[in-house]
C-alpha cells in the first residue's frame, strides 16, 4: 500500500493497537506494516497548485499580450469583424478544446487536472460564441434568456454525452439563469411573477432541481447498464445544484421575506418575517433528518450547515442592534467554542488512538 508519511503513521499506530487488543498476533502486525510504503511526496498536490498557478499564468500572458503592437492590431481586427464572424472564432475555438480535452482524456486519463482545465476553456469559450450569436442576430425584445436556454441545452448535451460533470454544472448553472431571466422577462421585469419574488421562485427551482437529482439516482440504480451508470454520475451534482438553490434561497427568504420592493420590506417586522425563518429552519431539520436516516451525507451536509447559518443570522438580526457588543461577540465566541469542542470529541471519538 503507498501513502503518505501521516496516514502509514495512523496505520501503523492502528496495527500496533490491534496487536494489543490481540485482533492481530505479532507476524501479522509485522508483515501488514512492512506492506505500508510510504509516498516520498505529494505530486496530487503539486499537480492541482501546478495547474492553478498555470491558469494565472495565462491570465497573466493574456495581459501581457495586450501590449504587443502585432497582437493589438489582430484583435482590433478581430473585434471590429461583424458578430456572426466573432461567434464562429469562439465557437471553433471551443470546439479544439472539447476535442482536445477529451480526446486526452481517453488517452491520458490520469491527466485529471490538465484535462479539466482544457474543458473549462472550452466552457468559456463556448460562452464567448454564444454572446456573439445573440449580438449578431440582434435581439432588440430584450429577450435574452433563450441564449442562456441554448447555453444550457448546448453544455448539457457536451457534458452527457462525454460524462463530464464539470460542463453538467455550468449546465445547470445556466439552466438557472435562464429561469430567472425568463419569468422577469414575462413578468414584464417586475418584482413578482405569479405573486413570487425571485428567491421564492428559485425555492421551487432548487426543489424541482434536487427532486430531479434524487429521480435520477433511483433510475440509475434501476437503470443496470452503461445509460444507467452515466445518470448515476450526474445525479449527485444535480442533487447538489439543486440544494444549493434551494437553501440559498430560503437563507434570503428569511431575510426579505416575499417582499419585492425595499421600502416595504424595511416597514415590515420581525414577526412578519418569522414565517420564513421558521419554513429554512424546518427544511433544514428535514435534511438533517433525511441524511441520518438513510445515511445520506449531501443531506446532512447541506441541513447543518444552513440550519447554523439560519441561527447566527436571527442572532445578528435580532441582537446586533440591542445587544452591548461585548455581550454579543461573548455569546458568539461561545456558541463557536461549544461548536468546535462537540466537533473535536466527535472526531475523536471516530479516532481514538491516532494522532492527529
Not at 52 to 72: E, K, P
Not at 108 to 137: D, H, M, Q, R
Not at 200 to 209: E, H
Request: aromatic share 18%; hydrophobic share 50%; proline share 1%.
Amino acid at each position: 500500500m503507498k501513502t503518505t508519511k501521516r496516514k502509514a503513521k495512523i496505520l501503523r499506530e492502528a496495527l500496533e493497537e490491534w496487536e494489543k487488543e490481540r485482533i492481530l498476533d505479532e507476524d501479522s502486525r509485522d508483515k501488514l506494516s512492512s506492506s505500508i510504503q510510504v509516498l516520498p511526496f505529494d505530486w496530487r498536490k503539486m499537480a492541482v497548485y501546478s495547474f492553478l498557478l498555470a491558469l494565472i499564468s495565462i491570465v497573466i500572458a493574456v495581459v501581457s499580450i495586450f501590449t504587443d503592437d502585432s497582437f493589438i492590431l489582430f484583435l482590433s481586427r478581430l473585434f471590429t469583424a461583424p458578430d456572426l464572424v466573432k461567434c464562429i472564432f469562439f465557437s471553433a475555438l471551443s470546439l479544439i478544446f472539447f476535442v482536445w480535452a477529451f480526446r486526452r482524456r481517453e488517452h491520458k486519463p490520469l491527466k485529471v487536472f490538465s484535462n479539466e482545465a482544457l474543458i473549462f476553456l472550452g466552457v468559456l469559450s463556448l460562452a464567448g460564441g454564444i454572446l456573439y450569436l445573440g449580438t449578431a442576430l440582434g435581439n432588440k425584445s430584450g429577450h435574452f434568456s433563450l441564449l442562456l436556454l441554448l447555453a444550457a441545452v448546448l453544455y448539457g448535451v457536451i457534458g452527457f454525452t462525454f460524462s463530464s460533470r464539470q460542463v453538467w454544472i455550468f449546465s445547470i448553472i445556466s439552466l438557472g439563469a435562464w429561469f430567472g431571466a425568463e419569468t422577469g422577462y414575462i413578468s414584464g421585469w417586475g418584482a413578482y411573477y405569479f405573486g413570487m419574488n425571485y428567491p421564492m421562485r428559485f425555492v421551487l427551482f432548487g426543489a424541482l432541481l434536487a427532486a430531479a437529482g434524487f429521480l435520477m439516482t433511483l433510475e440509475g440504480e434501476r437503470e443496470h447498464s452503461d445509460l444507467g451508470r452515466k445518470i448515476l454520475l450526474f445525479s449527485t451534482p444535480t442533487r447538489v445544484m439543486g440544494y444549493f438553490y434551494l437553501f440559498m434561497a430560503l437563507w434570503i427568504m428569511s431575510i426579505f421575506g416575499n417582499y419585492g420592493d425595499i421600502h416595504v420590506w424595511r416597514q415590515a417586522t420581525h414577526s412578519e418575517l418569522a414565517a420564513w425563518s421558521v419554513l429554512f429552519g424546518g427544511v433544514s431539520i428535514l435534511a438533517i433528518w433525511h441524511g441520518l436516516r438513510w445515511d445520506d451525507r449531501i443531506s446532512r451536509g447541506f441541513g447543518i450547515t444552513f440550519l447554523l447559518i439560519n441561527l447566527y443570522t436571527r442572532l445578528f438580526e435580532y441582537f446586533w442592534d440591542s445587544m452591548h457588543k461585548a455581550v454579543f461577540f461573548g455569546i458568539l465566541a461561545l456558541s463557536f467554542w461549544f461548536l468546535g469542542s462537540r466537533s473535536e470529541k466527535i472526531w475523536g471519538s471516530k479516532n481514538r488512538g491516532y494522532d492527529e
